[in-house]
């Protein structure tokens, strides 16, 4: 089984930056992509930026580009997501999640963790 641990949220100033990372253990795929996601309270999980674990461009939800950027360590089997100059719409927990394939669709994804909460203000 695949385990993934995110962290690195919390409170941060409109203006200000944020980088979550997500941290898998256990057997992986040798490729699989990670997806990040937010969630509100009342409101289905939405796509951030989803990437494989190889040197693959990144893909971002249209809502989010040029506002977040994936970085990744696949030796280390990390994955960070950036966050500049978030708004206070970007607040929410914020998964990442393990699957096949890349898409927005959170429905494909196999493993998640258990979420860090962001808070912009």
């Known amino acids: 089984d695949v385990q993934l641990v995110e962290s690195g949220g919390g409170s941060v100033q409109v203006g200000g930056s944020l980088r979550l990372s997500c941290a898998a253990s256990?057997?992986?795929?040798?490729?699989?992509?990670v997806g990040w996601f937010r969630q509100v309270p009342g409101k289905a999980r939405e796509a951030v930026a989803t990437?494989?674990?190889?040197?693959?461009?990144?893909y971002y939800a249209d809502s989010m580009k040029g506002r977040v950027t994936v970085a990744r360590d696949n030796g280390l089997k990390k994955s960070y997501l950036q966050m500049n100059d978030p708004k206070p719409e970007d607040s929410g927990m914020y998964y990442c999640?393990?699957?096949?394939?890349?898409?927005?669709?959170?429905?494909?994804?196999?493993?998640w963790g258990r979420g860090t909460q962001v808070t912009v203000s």
């Open positions: 990437h494989y674990n190889d040197n693959e461009r990144p």
């Open positions: 999640s393990i699957g096949d394939y890349c898409t927005f669709v959170a429905g494909a994804y196999e493993a």
């Open positions: 256990g057997a992986t795929r040798r490729r699989y992509c």
